[in-house]
Nanobody, 120 residues
Framework: QVQLVESGGGLVQPGGSLTLSCAASGFGLSSYAIGWFRQAPGKSREGLTWIASSGDTYYADSVKGRFTINRDNDKNTVFLQMNNLKLEDTAFYYC??????????????WGQGTRVTVSS
């Protein structure tokens, strides 16, 4: 079955860190760009970062310097390391495979999401 499964979300205090995982099954994710997105209640889905099949990466200004995307081909998994988390980072986080961009429309396979809550 071709799918992406996110994990690693949870509750963290402001300034804390979390690492999200996006595990692929049924295909090799190194052949595609993998993007991370988030969606807070009442807001549209926001593109955060992507990693291309080449290994090139790109970050939205909102997370640049705080979030890092990387890929482990042996584990067929992409990770999102999130540091210095802020209250406004609270959202559901999704990974997706497709073409490298921050626009959701360029991705055609999505995971189910994992919740991240930043609260004191």
């Amino acid at each position: 079955q071709v799918q992406l499964v996110e994990s690693g979300g949870g509750l963290v205090q402001p300034g804390g860190s979390l690492t999200l995982s996006c595990a692929a099954s049924g295909f090799g994710l190194s052949s595609y760009a993998i993007g991370w997105f988030r969606q807070a209640p009442g807001k549209s889905r926001e593109g955060l970062t992507w990693i291309a099949s080449s290994g090139d990466t790109y970050y939205a200004d909102s997370v640049k310097g705080r979030f890092t995307i990387n890929r482990d081909n042996d584990k067929n998994t992409v990770f999102l390391q999130m540091n210095n988390l802020k209250l406004e980072d609270t959202a559901f986080y999704y990974c997706a495979s497709g073409r490298p961009s921050l626009y959701p429309s360029t991705y055609n396979l999505w995971g189910q999401g994992t919740r991240v809550t930043v609260s004191s």
